[in-house]
């Protein structure tokens, strides 16, 4: 009797190169276990282990880590399924905590693609859909073959509702081919960067304390008492005493240039990181959705259609006002933020478009072109003057909460210190007193950066301590707005705003009581009224 030929729709698997993505998995969940429970006893192991050497239970902790990644990783593979439906994406993971993830195309807000190399080599690419209501890309295919790809895209594209449009349809189409459209159809080019500008975004890299403080610690392990003595015989022992017979300036400047030379190789690190991460950057637009492409070796392709973005983020640190330039993020409804303000470091959705350089010029068209002819007067930019301070008894209650919090660590750090010998309890308290002004110095600068501007349409928050981030949302697009009122606030006539969007939370600290109800009041009537949809 004949076979039954393959059934296309039958549960599939990823590529065996998709371990490489598991791993990268199974090493976030090992490293989260690790910050939350194992990393003091990892740091036990490396102070009072002295009988095989603190290089040497490095190198095993390693190795024991890197096996039990790669075994989790197989794992992990061997264990996920999907299935390409007619209306829906279905998928099976996990070994011991199995999973079901059931995913409609209705609710697919964005194709995105990224193609690694070898990806590019072999004909594989990862598929990732963004779907409304959750905070995580859930349906993310790593490593699948291009005809599936092919498949899912147009079974994407099928299921689009007929209000988003012919060109809503197309991106999704494009985009899961894993490649940019053709010339004719990318739309007008909105920015490219350059090596210089990759240079400048290395530059003002919040990686860069990071990369030298490892730096630093990698160099601390190769101490003399850390190394096996046939180096420490024939290296750092013929080393140090040829450093003992420099003199008092020359030892200066030999420990001057060991710095340097650490913060030059921590400056090309990131440079490098730069370099890989937004190569070639573009960005397009064609009326009804913005398309960026970026990457070296790796190369991701993020679509996000225009009506699906909750909340545009500018953000300026020292070295970019430098520079004067500034980073955007704009933010779908998928895009997980930390309370408070979008934030380009906390995002943890591939959906999110990031702009890691671009003019104040720049800034402006993006944001006139997100917004379309609602809120065009509201602060795009975080160093506007239309920015409304709030009250200036945010400076009294910020200093308090810094002081106290200072206070506990000083007293954290007593009880380290006494039981051997460390700073007596007054020198503490009197430490605890000193830092007062320097709260209060740091609770100014914070108040000087606080501050909102609204119009007819959208509401601006600003935020920031040394840099400064302007976060810009449409009122329709509010999920919900309430006001919270402490003791003090009470007292004062003072209220916090605090407006939930599908990308997170915005608040807006100390202003009036008056101007913040019939703020709230204004945001639940445009959510009320609005006939058009939120995403």
Known sequence: MAMNPHDPEDWQRSSPFAIVFFVGSAFKVFRQILIQGGLPVVALVIAFWDNLGRMNVLLFLAAAVALMVLAGAVIQW?????????????IRKGFVKKTRVDLPYERTLGVHVQRSLVDRVIGLVTVTLDTSGSTQAEGRLPSIRTEAAHRLRARVAAALPTDAGPDAARDASDAADGCLAAPSRRGRVLIKLGPADMVRIGLGSRNFLFVAATIGILADLLQPGNLADPIREVVVDNA???????????????ATMAILAVLTTALVLTVAAAFLRHHAFALWHDGSTFRSRSGLFTQREVVVETPKIQQLSVSQDIVM????????????????????GGSPGNLDAAGALDIPLLSDRAVEELHARVFGEEAQNIAALPRSTAFK??????????????????????????????PSGGFPNTWILIGWIASLPVAAGIAWQVW????????????????????????AFLMRKAQSATLKQSPFQRRKGLATLQVQLACGSITVPYIDEGAARRLRDYILYKVETSQRRWH
Do not use: H, M
């Open 78 to 90: 061997a264990c996920f399924r999907f299935r390409i439906g007619e209306d829906r994406l279905l």
């Open 240 to 254: 140090t005493s040829a450093v003992s017979r420099l003199g008092a300036l020359a030892q200066t400047a030999l």
């Open 321 to 340: 006002r430098w520079f004067k330039r500034f980073r955007l993020c704009a933010l779908p409804a998928v895009a997980n933020v930390a309370q408070g």
């Open 389 to 418: 301070r709030v009250s200036p008894y945010y400076i009294r209650t910020l200093t308090l909460r810094i002081w106290l919090i200072a206070g506990l660590c000083l007293g954290l750090v007593s009880l380290a210190l006494l």
């Open 448 to 471: 000087r950066r606080r501050g909102y501007a609204r119009d007819e349409d959208g509401v601006a928050t600003r935020s920031g301590f040394i840099g400064s981030k302007a976060n």
